[in-house]
């Protein structure tokens, strides 16, 4: 019989420019809370997956694993546990959820009940936020040699929609906007604080036409959530939430190799595979956590995930969002069958903020306790499927995941 | 029904310092060598994991599999994979063997027939010796910063052996002669020449008491496999070998930190789990790569791994290599039943070549090309059963898996 995956706990840090604190700390943070929150001991876990993206250029250190068995695991003897980094630029994490999926799903074809420790962690403020930026344009092709960042990248995917549509500049700007809302109701965020439409839209030019308040920051962070097999899930008489599949697909590094830069056929494919898988459809979908490192990201997701129309995302970010500074956050996405989609409830990358290697694990904390009921203020009712969506570079890596309240 | 996972195809590079040949070139190479090998096509391919230590160090760069999809997979039109680097240090390779076995459960479990390239790969002489040397010591405890190198470190365990036992400093150099005598014999080897027992001896001490032909060398390499299910293997009509199982445990990352330094915990209980699940033992295995990154390494994983009971596996190795300048390669040891063991056909770690990340995998492609019989003038006559074991750091993580001639 075919074995359903449950996840048990979650773990989150603050995220933030953390500087009195080791990777080894949020680490050991987010993945105590994840085991308390699941109710079971260190000795329970079978093998544990950490997404990070650059541990080495950021830190100097490799082998990350067992650097986080000694500060972690070791402490409790008898343990006998696997880690592995798992590496794919800024999805990591959402790969790290990937990979803890399959692993549970392997041990329950070898009739295993196997409890997995998903994680992800990012340390970049250890570095001047020019260096930092270097080091993140590693995730792209050459991007070092040629000079290339990502604000400068995404910079040109806007520029191209602003060319294509009849989008305004400032129609992206709301997006910020109602993040920062959002992220005013998460006390984990890195920016928990509103700006205003004209804050956004004054804000300086880091890429043009990328500006500063259209963008994810620098951050540290860490994330964790234990998984382990329905069947131990019920056993354990956990509060759970189904993880009823995760996907991912991987297109070109490199912008000039796609045919439309428009479309991120890495979100695409990924969505297509889960929506298949589960039998779930954009309209099924009440939350959703998506990869908006920048503002121009969001909307691209929105419509490479099925939610709008190619190009016409912008329409609908202005009819749902323009008036966005006076609701009460959540605020919903309208979508065009008169349904409300609530996205980055947590903040987003934006404005919770984005410690690379955390995001994918960090999005499905978030899709868990809203699905759970318990994301507090920002709590969105009913809320019974949600997706993350996790993406590597410019699109190069794509994973979505789909969850489900049981 | 419980599905086996069968290897259907392999590559493998030459090792050595390939300086006209970037780490694309590398994996490109071994890829396309294993699909050939497979007799299967680049759109066959659902998932690939690599194994890699420090692409970002050593060479600048991350989300490395968007980069080798770019260059491998994107110019297969309608390609759909999804791929990711692995990073555990040393065992960056047998982590991704561990993680393709498990992905292949995995699929079975959904019935999914999934095909998984299993790939490692370094490019480490793009850096001066001694900065290499740096970086991989990025894979110890602050090794960078107290300055510890892996050849100080595995010499602080030879020192305490020699202290521990009768064991002559001496006996561990035949290790190093019987290694370069197979190597001889492979052309892909890094250092495919022999060397005397007098050379050895009379080499220079890096880090007392390592010597400089105990070492294995900075290389540059990549291979890969391509593994699915049983039943799809037979499908595919393909001269396969099941990889019964493949299982991993972590130690502290520090030496510091453990009760007996010369046991690898890590090792002793990833290959009991194997014994136990396939139902296996020493007594049965034919032939072994083992992860002799230091002769002395050799000697405790004969130990570990169950073949020498524990101190006891220098008189053994005097026993079968004191005289083995003088024999036929593949050189065996003889075991205490009286059976003859097959070590590192292939030259090992010392003499085959290190490229750190491409270890585990290549670990795999000598056993499985041994197992299939196209081992060449290496062929260890009538082997059904072989091992690989894969270290990181100085024990912080071991791999361990088994293949079996179906």
């Known amino acids: 019989m075919k074995e359903k995956v449950a996840i048990i706990g979650v773990g989150h840090t ?9 990777w080894v700390d949020l680490v050991e943070e987010a993945g105590l809370k994840a085991l308390e929150d699941a109710n079971i001991k260190k000795n329970d876990i079978n093998k544990f997956f950490l997404g990070n993206m650059s541990l080495g250029m950021f830190g100097g250190q490799e082998h990350t694993a067992s650097k986080v068995f000694s500060e972690i695991f070791n402490s409790s003897p008898g343990n006998q546990v696997l880690g592995r980094r798992i590496e794919g630029a800024c999805s990591s994490g959402g790969l790290a959820l990937e ?40 995730a792209s092709d050459m991007g070092k040699e040629l000079g290339f960042t990502f604000p400068a990248l995404y910079g040109m995917l806007k520029d191209r929609y602003l060319e294509e549509t009849d989008a305004e500049e400032e129609d992206f700007d709301y997006i ?10 998460n006390k984990r965020a890195q920016y928990s604080f509103e700006v205003s439409h004209d804050k956004v839209k004054k804000s300086f030019k880091v890429a043009n036409p990328t500006k500063l308040l259209n963008s994810s920051g620098i951050a540290d962070g860490a994330a964790a959530l234990i998984m382990t ?10 509060d759970y939430i189904l993880l009823e599949d995760v996907r991912g697909v991987n297109d070109s590094i490199a912008l000039f ?18 929506y298949e898988s589960t039998g ?5 979908i009440d939350i959703a956590e998506l990869h908006d ?58 404005a919770k903020g984005h410690p690379v290697g955390a995001t ?15 994301a507090g203020d920002r709590q969105v009712e009913g809320a019974r499927i949600g997706i993350t969506h996790n993406v590597g570079g410019s699109g190069g890596t794509a994973v979505v995941s789909l969850l489900r309240k049981p």
């Not at 041990?107 to 570095?127: L, P, Y």
């Not at 910020?176 to 109701?185: G, P, Q, R």
């Not at 190799?257 to 889960?274: F, G, M, P, Q």
């Not at 994918?360 to 318990?374: D, K, S």
Request: charged share 30%; hydrophobic share 40%.
């Open 14 to 22: 603050e995220f933030g420019e953390l500087w009195d604190r080791s």
């Open 99 to 138: 990979a803890s999926f399959n692993d549970v799903l392997a041990g329950a074809h070898q009739g295993e009940d196997r409890v997995i420790m998903a994680g992800g962690f990012e340390k970049m403020t250890d570095k001047p936020t020019d260096e930092a930026t270097k080091i993140l344009s590693a």
């Open 176 to 185: 910020a906007v109602k993040s920062h809302k959002n992220a005013s109701l």
């Open 229 to 238: 097999t329905e069947r131990k899930a019920k056993k354990l008489d956990a």
């Open 257 to 274: 190799e796609r045919d439309d830069i428009l479309t991120l056929v890495s979100t695409k494919k990924a969505a297509e595979l889960v």
């Open 280 to 284: 779930f459809g954009p309209g099924d």
């Open 293 to 350: 490192c920048f503002s121009i990201a969001e909307a691209l997701a929105l419509e490479d995930l099925g939610f709008y129309p190619k190009r016409e995302a912008w329409r609908w970010i202005r009819k749902s969002l323009s008036d966005c500074e006076d609701k009460q956050a959540p605020v919903p996405y309208k979508l065009p069958n008169g349904d409300e989609l609530f996205v980055n409830t947590s903040g987003g990358l934006k």
């Open 360 to 374: 994918g694990i960090a999005q499905a904390v978030e899709v868990t306790e809203q699905l759970r009921g318990n």
